[in-house]
């Protein structure tokens, strides 16, 4: 079965440090792969994609994701936290022949100053 | 550029009564329309998807329903709310399979 796994159900890190939330994923072929962010109370915002081509992807807000098909992994990474990052991530994949996401738990990042 | 709006943004209903929620999307034409559901704040579950004017596709099986009236509009219905249906909605559209889903602010129902 096609199915996204984030692993940390939560993530604490101090402002300026690096940040990494987990990514890894069951779908078969070469899927496409989304990390989104979501704000309290608010719908979701859009961070970067993975489609083809170079495995690092650089996205909104400073955050970029490396892309590991043989751990078919899709980390979200970013060099220095902002307490403003704190939000709940979410990660999804596409089989390319489908319309549907589908969505990892999501990981809540807590950046404490 | 593409706006996608909802509302109402926040609703409480009693058990048992109707409910319809309503999703637009200006700036583009024959998008591809999504109502996700995202209980207790954390996982999203695909409700309902339509790739055109009256095509809805059904993910989940429950007492909701969905509607594509107009190529940009798609509401979210139900004819009698249950306790479970609280929760917020989320909606969502796209071109085609690979690119990015957008979303709508989203609406909070909470069902008494």
């Known amino acids: 079965a096609q199915s996204v796994a984030q692993p940390e159900d939560q993530v604490n890190v101090a402002e300026g440090n690096p940040l990494t939330v987990k990514c890894t994923y069951s779908v078969s072929g070469n899927p496409y792969l989304f990390w989104y962010v979501q704000y309290p109370n608010r719908g979701l915002q859009f961070l970067l994609k993975?489609?083809?081509?170079d495995n690092l992807v650089k996205g909104s807000y400073g955050f970029e994701a490396e892309f590991n098909k043989s751990q078919t992994s899709f980390h979200l990474k970013k060099p220095s936290a902002l307490v403003s990052d704190s939000a709940l991530y979410f990660c999804a994949v596409r089989d390319p022949g489908h319309y549907q996401l589908i969505w990892g738990a999501g990981t809540k990042l807590i950046i404490k100053p | 550029s593409q706006t996608i709006h909802q509302w109402p943004a926040t609703l409480v209903q009693p058990v048992g009564s109707p409910l319809s929620l309503e999703c637009t999307v200006e700036?583009?034409?024959?998008?591809?329309l999504y109502w996700y559901r995202q209980a207790a704040g954390r996982g999203l579950q695909l409700l309902f998807y339509s790739v055109g004017i009256g095509q809805i596709s059904s993910e989940v099986p429950q007492n909701l329903s969905a509607s594509r009236p107009q190529d940009r509009q798609f509401i979210l219905s139900s004819k009698k709310l249950l306790l479970s249906d609280s929760g917020f909605y989320l909606c969502?559209?796209?071109?085609?399979?690979?690119?990015?889903?957008?979303f709508g602010p989203g609406t909070r129902l909470l069902v008494l």
């Open positions: 700036g583009t034409s024959n998008p591809n």
């Open positions: 969502a559209w796209n071109f085609g399979r690979q690119e990015t889903q957008y």
């Open positions: 993975y489609i083809t081509g």
